[in-house]
């Protein structure tokens, strides 16, 4: 290996290098830009390449900053962080560790959903693989590179199901490759560990396909058997060059998303983030509302809007959470809506939502509600006649929480959760300044996206974003760290537990549901105990190790975005 890094005799890193010169710089992960110092400059051949004057990390990062703030628009800091990236992943993730409340917005959502419509006017540098359907035979050979030998966690999408904006074909790279960023810097795992991966099975985008700039397949999307066998293809590449490596679906369409994970779950370690990390993530936040709501678990009152993977995602482990809280079929409390209005026994097309199916006939409450279609039982009918306390929304469908809606949620409960999901901005179920407009300041609201602060009662407050950022580095983490085999429902639950125990508002109602962003590192590390003590309940690692060393072995495992000394061999 040309770059390897070793610990002396002082227990201090320092990296090997046989590369010299520009073969070092233009090494993303181990350039040192102009941090070089005077004796690695003599050591490597730097001299001339580089500028003279040597800044420490420190005076890098606010340099940077400074630029990134001159930047005209939201996209043109993504595309400016993106480029630092691409030159010096230490210098990357230093910014983002000190100024990750601003920057955390530009590496993912919001402005990740515009980066990957336009991924292929941006592009700029190889990141990740992209696995084309044309070359699926390919695959053992794309993954071969040397490059990739450290790899522990793959990010993997097809592009066809972006936050709510849709097909984005070979523009979903972005999705991988922001996630994997949220890795590292949410819960340091190394750089050199991470792989994006895009599956391009072609696109249904018409203007994707017209746009003479696209970088993907141009070829509609394959679908059935075609599809199927391409997955599996890359599944057992990936198996072959990466047998141990834990794997994350991402942003596939709901036709695939729940079928791969179901099909996969068991023959390597993977989890589809859609479905499983936003269930954890929101259920976290509404252990911390209904704590500061004073609800009692059995009194809550769920609706939740979009019966997709990820709504109902939500409702299985809600249920799972009011079961571990002694409420036995908790699955009642819970009401799906879609486009037919309430999941009913009159609702066409059913699958994996079944068990939260309302019986119009035999569920005693149901016979008294007051509707006009009981073949389309609106939301707003659906919110007033189940006395709902809590709404969530996962429809990707921009404004549908009417103020009509939210107002019938002040009147059934004193302080009303409402968690408008959706993604990007403008796929959001409502704004959170309407909401407190319209329920005088009393609802408790968490967001899928960020939001600008607000004046709550004469105090300035963040809206807390429901990121999946703070479920699944600190998963992945205790996972890693662990070796686990497998990725269970049970994690995720405990993820969700442990990121609640960490929730301000315990300790004031009226503070946030979750910790800033600024101490997502340290979130990340709970989390990740917590998850490691239910690997080591179950038996889910070849590992011997003594629970008393969990800490120990997870903060070990955690990499910093800090120069080491470089030596030459």
């Given at each position: 290996m040309r770059f390897k890094v070793k610990i002396d005799e002082n227990k201090q890193k320092h990296l090997e290098s046989k590369a010299v010169g520009y073969d070092l710089i233009i090494n993303s992960r181990w350039n040192k830009g102009t941090?070089?110092?005077?004796?690695?400059?003599?050591?490597?051949?730097?001299?001339?390449?580089?500028?003279?004057?040597?800044?420490?990390l420190a005076d890098a990062v606010e340099k940077r900053y400074l630029t990134l703030l001159a930047k005209p628009n939201d996209l043109e800091k993504h595309i400016y962080l993106r480029a630092i990236q691409e030159r010096n992943e230490t210098l990357f993730y230093a910014l983002i560790e000190h100024h990750i409340e601003d920057i955390m917005p530009l590496v993912y959502t919001p402005v990740v959903g515009e980066a990957c419509q336009k991924f292929s006017h941006i592009y700029r540098q190889p990141r990740g693989v992209f696995v084309s359907y044309p070359n699926r035979h390919k695959i053992d050979a794309m993954l071969s590179s040397p490059y990739f030998d450290n790899v522990e966690v793959i990010v993997v999408s097809d592009g066809e199901r972006i936050l709510g904006l849709g097909d984005q074909g070979a523009g979903g790279m972005g999705?991988?490759?922001?996630?994997?960023?949220?890795?590292?810097?949410?819960?340091?795992?190394?750089?050199?560990?991470?792989?994006?991966?895009?599956?391009?099975?072609?696109?249904?985008?018409?203007?994707?396909?017209?746009?003479?700039?696209?970088?993907?397949?141009?070829?509609?999307?394959?679908?059935?058997?075609?599809?199927?066998?391409?997955?599996?293809?890359?599944?057992?590449?990936?198996?072959?060059?990466?047998?141990?490596?834990?794997?994350?679906?991402?942003?596939?369409?709901?036709?695939?998303?729940?079928?791969?994970?179901?099909?996969?779950?068991?023959?390597?370690?993977?989890?589809?983030?859609?479905?499983?990390?936003?269930?954890?993530?929101?259920?976290?936040?509404?252990?911390?509302?209904?704590?500061?709501?004073k609800l009692k678990p059995e009194d809550l009152r769920v609706v939740i809007v979009g019966a997709g993977s990820a709504g109902v995602g939500i409702a299985n482990l809600l249920t799972d959470y009011l079961e571990y809280m002694g409420v036995s079929k908790g699955y009642t409390q819970i009401f799906l809506v879609d486009r037919h209005g309430l999941i009913t026994d009159n609702t066409p097309s059913?699958?994996?939502?079944?068990?939260?199916?309302?019986?119009?006939?035999?569920?005693?409450?149901?016979?008294?509600?007051?509707?006009?279609?009981?073949?389309?039982?609106?939301?707003?009918?659906?919110?007033?006649?189940?006395k709902a306390n809590i709404l969530i929304g996962v429809s990707a469908q921009g404004g549908i929480f009417t103020q009509s809606i939210i107002t019938q949620m002040a009147l059934n409960t004193l302080h009303p959760i409402i968690f408008p999901l959706s993604n990007p901005t403008s796929k959001a179920e409502a704004i959170p300044k309407d909401i407190l407009s319209w329920t005088d300041n009393s609802a408790?609201?968490?967001?899928?996206?960020?939001?600008?602060?607000?004046?709550?009662?004469?105090?300035?407050?963040?809206?807390?974003?429901?990121?999946?950022?703070?479920?699944?580095?600190?998963?992945?983490?205790?996972?890693?760290a662990l070796k686990a085999s497998r990725v269970t429902d049970?994690?995720?639950?405990?993820?969700?537990?442990?990121?609640?125990?960490?929730?301000?508002?315990?300790?004031?109602?009226?503070?946030?549901?979750?910790?800033?962003?600024?101490?997502?590192?340290?979130?990340?590390?709970?989390?990740?105990?917590?998850?490691?003590?239910?690997?080591?309940?179950?038996?889910?690692?070849?590992?011997?190790?003594?629970?008393?060393?969990l800490a120990e072995i997870i903060e070990d495992y955690m990499w910093e975005p800090v120069y080491i000394p470089y030596r030459r061999v």
């Open positions: 941090s070089f110092t005077e004796e690695e400059r003599d050591a490597f051949c730097l001299h001339g390449l580089i500028p003279p004057h040597i800044f420490d999705i991988p490759i922001g996630k994997l960023s949220l890795y590292t810097a949410c819960a340091g795992i190394a750089p050199e560990k991470t792989l994006p991966i895009l599956l391009d099975a072609g696109t249904d985008n018409q203007e994707l396909l017209n746009d003479p700039q696209y970088i993907g397949w141009r070829h509609s999307r394959i679908r059935g058997d075609e599809y199927d066998t391409f997955v599996e293809i890359f599944i057992s590449a990936v198996k072959r060059r990466f047998p141990n490596v834990l794997l994350q679906w991402e942003d596939f369409a709901q036709a695939n998303a729940g079928k791969l994970l179901n099909r996969y779950r068991n023959e390597l370690c993977s989890f589809n983030d859609d479905i499983q990390g936003t269930a954890a993530i929101t259920v976290s936040a509404l252990i911390a509302a209904t704590n500061a709501a059913l699958d994996f939502q079944l068990r939260f199916i309302k019986s119009i006939e035999s569920t005693p409450a149901l016979s008294n509600w007051v509707i006009k279609d009981k073949n389309n039982i609106t939301l707003l009918e659906t919110v007033a006649n189940a408790i609201i968490g967001t899928g996206t960020a939001f600008p602060l607000i004046n709550r009662n004469d105090k300035i407050m963040r809206i807390d974003q429901v990121n999946n950022c703070y479920i699944f580095p600190g998963l992945g983490l205790g996972i890693l049970r994690m995720f639950l405990i993820a969700a537990i442990a990121l609640a125990e960490m929730s301000p508002a315990l300790n004031d109602p009226t503070a946030n549901l979750l910790p800033p962003l600024s101490e997502i590192r340290g979130v990340s590390r709970h989390v990740a105990i917590k998850v490691a003590e239910e690997i080591l309940r179950s038996n889910n690692t070849d590992l011997y190790i003594i629970e008393a060393n």
